[in-house]
């Protein structure tokens, strides 16, 4: 391709968690021959609420050649092996929903399918303990998989929580050390092309003039390109995800440092709980529709382990997407994309998402309308499937004890969802769609944690001459002897980074 074909500038308009993402992973994947610029104001405030995070956060470190030490030095960080849910099918219940396989399969049937059969043969055990992450997270321990397959510890998966100011910061000093140039601004005006109506430039609040060949809006809620000067356009999804309001707090840590977060259904959304080396993440996500701000922002200091670090912040939102998320030459990243609240910690997820996209299918000068629609697609593909999952956990309720809970229960749901609930609801099989971020062992671990019971079981299992019952109770075993086994989890994180979890101060 000749020289002048090629994408020669990329402005970064926002920084933040998704602005330092964007400009770490562009500048390692072009690391010469175009010029990187972002522009921040440290007078607009970051989101920052998102520090929970699923697996893939460890594909992206390792692209950028970081190291886990530094990195969990750097964001305070602690190790994450799922999310426990509390009152979510019912009050006063609770279930893991853990990372990594259910076990390791002994047979051609699914392993749960073996489970549903023993239960009904009388079987007590719950599914959760059929989970390495699970065995792990209940004794509060931590190590890494093993390598070797034929060890019950290489069953499992993890991500991490951290602190997402401290994360943007770390990438910032990683960007700017490869070249990535920063300018401290606010945008006044953005300038188009007459003739295509491609963004030309920025004008910032000082008279400085940005222009480059590709734009990634990453200026938050506020869609500063993709939606102040493009018009995009935004789909609602409020009516299957009603939440609109969140109240964010740290608090002091209190013993023990737990592996894992955690979500608690309330009386108009609910609570989360992110434990980090230093301090412990909450916040309230409610719908104002049946809460108010003052009262969510009281009871949720009411609810907190330690002491409160301040004053709850509260955060505004729509649940949906942008119509488009690449229009013209911008690439909407992060909350300028849209936003799926936190319950399942995908907010990160998807900014790591949508620069894996851009890298795949990055553009020449041209900016081919083929290019663009293939991202469109599976960005919205992506969306559309992450949407079904949180709303299953909100049509998966049998709580009657709040107006939230009753309305989520009787809601018409998308299609696609349907379909997904009543094959598992027939016949315990989990049906697999395209783009489908979380796999087969986190539908199964709602399905069942939230009373979707099916009917029957697959036919196969039926036919299949394997001892199911024992199978399940060595595996039990074997990972319960082997979670016994592991360090501590904030004796694990001290002697990664050599600091005690109470370390640095609030």
């Not at 729509?318 to 229009?327: A, E, K, Q």
């Not at 944690?449 to 075993?477: F, H, I, K, M, S």
Request: hydrophobic share 40%.
């Amino acid at each position: 391709m000749a020289d002048n074909d090629l994408v020669r500038s990329i402005l970064i308009v926002g920084g933040g968690t998704a602005g330092w993402m964007s400009a770490a992973a562009l500048v390692r994947a072009l690391p010469s021959r175009c010029s990187i610029t972002l522009v921040e104001s440290d007078a607009i405030g970051t989101v920052g609420v998102g520090e929970a995070t699923i697996p893939p956060i460890r594909l992206f470190n390792q692209m950028l050649g970081i190291d886990e030490r530094d990195f969990l030095r750097e964001t305070r960080g602690s190790y994450k092996l799922g999310i426990e849910f509390v009152n979510w099918g019912e009050a006063g219940h609770r279930y893991f929903h853990p990372f990594g396989p259910y076990g390791r399969a002994f047979d051609t049937v699914d392993l749960h399918q073996y489970w549903l059969r023993a239960r009904a043969e009388g079987e007590a055990a719950p599914l959760c303990d059929h989970s390495m992450a699970w065995q792990l997270a209940k004794a509060n321990r931590f190590c890494p998989p093993s390598p070797d397959p034929r060890n019950v510890l290489s069953t499992f998966d993890y991500a991490y929580h951290f602190d997402a100011g401290l994360y943007a910061a770390f990438l910032r000093r990683y960007a700017e050390a490869r070249g990535v140039r920063r300018v401290e601004g606010q945008v006044a005006a953005v300038h188009r092309h007459g003739e295509d109506g491609f963004i030309a430039g920025v004008t910032l609040v000082d008279g400085q003039r940005l222009d480059a060949d590709l734009f990634i809006d990453c200026s938050g809620f506020r869609g500063l390109l993709i939606e102040g000067a493009l018009e995009t356009g935004y789909e609602d999804w409020s009516h299957w995800l009603p939440c609109d309001r969140a109240m964010a707090v740290p608090s002091e840590n209190v013993d023990p440092l737990t592996p894992y977060t955690r979500s608690t259904a309330r009386e108009a959304g609910w609570q989360w709980r992110i434990p980090l080396q230093h301090r412990t993440g909450n916040g309230y996500v409610y719908c104002s529709q049946f809460l108010s701000d003052d009262e969510a922002a009281s009871r949720l200091l009411s609810r907190l382990d330690g002491k409160a670090l301040g004053d709850p912040r509260p955060l505004r939102f729509t649940t949906g997407r942008r119509n488009r998320f690449w229009n013209r030459n911008v690439v909407a990243i992060g909350l300028s994309s849209g936003f799926m609240e936190p319950l399942e910690s995908t907010s990160i997820h998807l900014i790591q998402a949508g620069i894996a996209k851009l890298i795949a299918l990055f553009p020449d000068r041209g900016f081919d309308p083929l290019v663009i629609e293939e991202y469109n697609r599976l960005a919205i593909a992506e969306y559309e499937r992450i949407r079904d999952f949180l709303v299953l956990h909100y049509n998966l309720t049998r709580r009657d004890d709040a107006e939230l809970w009753r309305y989520c229960a009787a809601m018409d749901i998308p299609d696609t969802l349907a379909t997904k609930i009543e094959h598992f609801r027939r016949y315990g099989r989990l049906v697999a769609r395209e783009a489908d971020l979380f796999g087969p062992p986190s539908w199964l671990a709602v399905h069942i944690g939230q009373g979707n019971w099916p009917e029957a079981t697959d036919p196969v299992a039926a036919y299949r001459d394997v001892d199911g019952r024992g199978w399940l109770a060595r595996l039990r075993a074997a990972m319960a002897q082997a979670a016994s086994a592991q360090p501590d989890h904030a004796a694990f994180i001290a002697g990664q980074v050599g600091l005690t979890p109470a370390a640095g101060g609030a």
